[in-house]
Structures are given as C-alpha cells and as structure tokens.
C-alpha cells in the first residue's frame, strides 16, 4: 500500500489495492525491478519503519478499525497512518486559531462535559481547547492532522498530540509520514473531521476559517451542523453565515448549549 502511495497510484486503485480486488496492481508492486518501483519499495520500508517507531499502524478502508463515517465520503482515503486508539464515533468542536477567550473557555468546558469523543485537528485555539477539555474529563479525543505522523503542526502541540495517544484517543493522517503541512493538506483534511463525526459545532469562525470548510463538508454529508449564537466580533462572523446556510442555532451556554445539541439529537435518531 504504501509503496503504491509513493508511486502516487490514483486513488480508486488505491482502494481497490486495500480491499485485494486489484491483484494484478499488487503483483506488479511486488514484482517489477524497475528502478521506479524499487525507489518506491524502499521509500515504503523506511515509512513503516517510521511508523513503527512511532508506534503507529496502517489502517485501510478493508480493516474494521477504519472509521465507518468516511465511508460516505466521495474519496475516502484507501489508508490512514493512525498513532493510538481510534475511537467511535464522536462529536467535532472547530473553529478560530484565534478566539475571543469565552469562545475558548466554551470550547474547552463544552468538549469536557459533551460525555462522548471529541474529535477536532489539533489547530491553536478551538481545536486545542476542545482536546484539552475532553482529556481533562478522560474522554478520548482524536486529532485529524494536514501533516504526516512524525512532525507535528503546529510544532508547540507536540505535548498535546503525546497526551491525546496516551490517554487513549489518536492522532490520524491521510499522508505519508513525515509530510510537511500544506495549506491544502489542512483543507483536505477538514472533509475527515466532518465526516468521523455525528455532528459538528462551529464555536466561533471567521468567514474564510478552515472551520467553514468543515462545515461545508458535513453539509454536503448530511451531517447536523450547529454554530453559537455569537456576533460582534470578527471572530463570529463565520457563525452567522453557517445559520443563513442552515446551521442549527446554540445558546451561548454550556449548560442550554448541552440541552440543545442531546434533545436534538435524540428526536433525530428516534426519526431513524
């Protein structure tokens, strides 16, 4: 698999590769000597063996461990590289790198009393708030990253990813290991986040935050999106423009915040 991700073979194959229904790909990987291939096979090994050091694995949309959620996606990844436990499930919290401290303050105490998996990218601000606040109430917390596993971005939530494996969540990624952040990565990204979760909140975007990505995502997925009741600042302007697009409104309050997304919730399943 991962030798046929260096050799940049497109994505329908890839996942064909996974799921074995490509054998003829798989005996071509193996067995061709082409320096091409070769260069590939040995770019592989060393990037298994970086994940091992890690004490990463390689999950493929064949494996039962691979989140059922990005399965609805139109290019689910046919790998992800994932440092820790993949839990099930779960709720995104996203927003600014730069938020208001109340929008910060709600993220973090919202994720710590939501009482379910907490799933977000690891980005200053909402993102880390959110984390933080799952791992303070032991909830297991997952982190999809625009980086490969083996370099961390931003660089100052290395302690943070550490904390989020060892506490039993993961940190997970669609690139090949080590890949350095792009800004596409991170975009490409979003659509996972959206895709992982039941739902998303947006606690606090601007209009061009990669936040809004994730919500057009769960938009396109069918996904319940839902945004604070915040306005003024800059830093809310991208909520209001999620509830002129149909994001369900939430109080400005843990506690009415809490009610609002459970008594949701439970008259969506029941309408299954």
Known sequence: MLTAAYLHIPARRLRSLARGEDPSLRE??????ARRVAHARRQAREAAQRLA????????????????GLRDLDDPSAFLSVRGSLPVGGVAIVGTRTPPALAQEFAREFAARLGEPVVSGLALGIDAAAHRGALEAGVPTVAYVGTGLGTTYPPEHRAL??????????????????????KS???HRDRLQAAHAR?????????DGGAMLTMRFAKQLGRPRFALAAYGDRCYYGNAQAHA???RVLP???????????AFMSKDLATV
């Open 161 to 182: 990813e550490e904390e989020i494996v060892a506490r039993g969540g993961a940190i997970v990624s669609e690139r090949l290991a080590g890949e350095p952040v792009t």
């Open 252 to 262: 400005f309050d843990v506690e009415r915040a809490l009610s609002a997304l459970q």
């Open 53 to 68: 050091s890690l004490g990463a694995s390689i999950v493929t949309i064949a494996d039962a461990r691979y989140p059922q």
């Open 199 to 207: 739902a998303v909140i947006l606690v606090a975007s601007e209009t």
């Open 245 to 247: 697009d149909g994001a």
């Open 185 to 187: 990565a991170l975009a």
């Open 28 to 33: 071509w990987l193996e067995g061709d000597s």
